[in-house]
């Protein structure tokens, strides 16, 4: 049973399929269990431009077809109707990429540091539903710490964009200069956290957040110094008031309707609005898009500020592919030691019961000898056993490939019974003693 992960992104999937497979609200939980139900182990994870499913399995079509039941139980679509946004990697390339994700090199906006805590967040859910074991546990600690040394390391993540500042960039563009400009945020999670403090960064002073736990928005409100807080049942007042709009919910259903969107026009007497919707799935009505007056962003719209992020990391993302080349041989051989342990303990199981044996038919023929002297006998019958097994073990641990393993299993008869032939003759050949 080797990683494999299942799982569509940015790339490879248009906004409207993308969202079709998010993992909203509670849920990250639920699903782990539903996917660990076919495969035994599972870490789902969700993000702004991605979704992946990582389990165990003997190859990558059995993971694909356990994916695809679970895509059909949960959300009632059928895997055909994705399978062209679909990718899928195996073990190390399952890795690799895992890496890649974590280290933000797989990211719309290169060098974002918000991947790492959402990959955090994900293993985190699946520990807490028990569905994550070795080798899975083992791939995502060493995630995180590769996800930790590039940032260390590189300059990756240095004045890196998140998606939320990357949405603050496009208000820049599309309205000029906006520090006059009525700024709303809803959500209150991270990614409002961050679009929050980007608008301040830029010089936004009039700012306002909800939140459907009010609570959450007035702490952020707090952190903010004197950002204003709205219950969101007055969502549509604020929206009345508001010059940018950014939605980071989370919710299953559109925050923010068509509806809402005309009367805020009406209210507004020719103002333009702009609205940033960071959700997925979306929390803006895209239909708002055909609207006078109303500029809509989404996901979608970023490229063009991701191009020139990643224009200027190029060289750092290089040096972080370096790290992720080693940190995957690093895993490769921890995952060839899982292979030679049971072999290196089948090895010494093998030549303690030989040594037992043989001490104990040479010691009957030794009798006359003192209890100290036979001690000597048997500890030098030890001492010999660990010479021979030293070098074999120890190259084995050090450079041991699986063929090597097989060979010594094929040598030492370690899968089938031992010949004693060779025993019993040289036992036989021992001098009687008078």
């Given amino acids: 049973m080797k990683l494999a992960v299942v799982g569509m992104n940015h790339r490879t999937a248009p906004l409207e399929v993308l969202e079709q497979l998010a993992v909203v609200g509670n849920d990250l939980e639920g699903a782990n269990k539903r996917l660990a139900a076919r495969t035994g182990q599972a870490v789902v994870l969700h993000t702004c431009n991605r979704t992946e499913f990582y389990t165990i399995a003997e190859t990558t079509e059995n993971a694909e077809e356990a994916v ?58 699946a520990v807490a539903a028990k569905t994550a074991s070795t080798p899975i546990t083992r791939v995502f600690h060493q995630a995180l710490r590769v996800g930790k040394r590039a940032r260390s390391e590189t300059a990756i993540g240095q004045n890196a964009l998140s998606i939320s500042y990357a949405f603050v960039e496009l208000a820049k563009r599309t309205l000029g200069d906006i520090k006059g400009a009525k700024a709303l945020v809803v959500g209150a999670g991270e990614a409002g956290k961050l679009a929050s403090v980007a608008l301040r960064n830029v010089g936004v002073e009039h700012l306002t957040v909800m939140n459907r736990t009010h609570a959450r928005a007035v702490e952020l409100a707090e952190e903010l110094n004197e950002a204003h807080v709205l219950p969101m049942d007055e969502l549509q007042v604020a929206l009345d008031d508001s010059d940018i709009v950014i939605a980071c919910t989370g919710s299953p259903e559109y925050m923010i309707t068509e509806d809402a969107i005309s009367r805020a026009i009406s209210a507004r007497v020719g103002r333009p609005l702009l609205l940033l919707d960071v959700a997925i799935p979306r929390d803006v009505d895209p239909a708002i898009k055909d609207m006078e007056s109303v500029h809509l962003a989404d996901i979608s719209d970023l490229d063009a500020i991701a191009d020139v992020n990643r224009q200027r990391r190029e060289q750092e993302a290089e040096r972080v592919a370096i790290i992720i080349d080693d940190e995957v041989h690093k895993f490769q051989t921890w995952w060839d030691a899982l292979r030679i342990v049971p072999t290196l303990a089948d090895l010494r199981r093998q030549s303690e019961s030989l040594r037992e044996r043989e001490l104990s038919r040479t010691l009957k023929r030794l009798q006359h000898l003192s209890a100290d002297d036979q001690e000597v006998i048997a500890t030098l019958s030890k001492s010999l056993v660990n010479k021979l097994l030293h070098n074999p073990v120890t190259r084995l641990k050090g450079e041991g490939k699986p063929a090597d393993i097989q060979s010594l299993r094929w040598l030492f008869r370690l899968d089938g019974d031992l010949d004693f032939d060779v025993a019993d003759d040289s036992t036989n050949s021992l001098p009687q003693q008078d």
């Fill in 68 to 125: 695809a039941e679970f895509l059909e139980e949960k959300y009632r679509i059928s895997y055909d109707s994705l399978a062209p946004y679909i990718y899928s990697y195996f073990h190390t390339d399952a890795v690799n990429h895992l890496f890649r994700v974590t280290c933000s090199l797989d990211s719309m906006i290169l060098g974002e540091s918000e991947v790492l805590g959402q990959v955090r967040e994900a293993f985190g859910a």
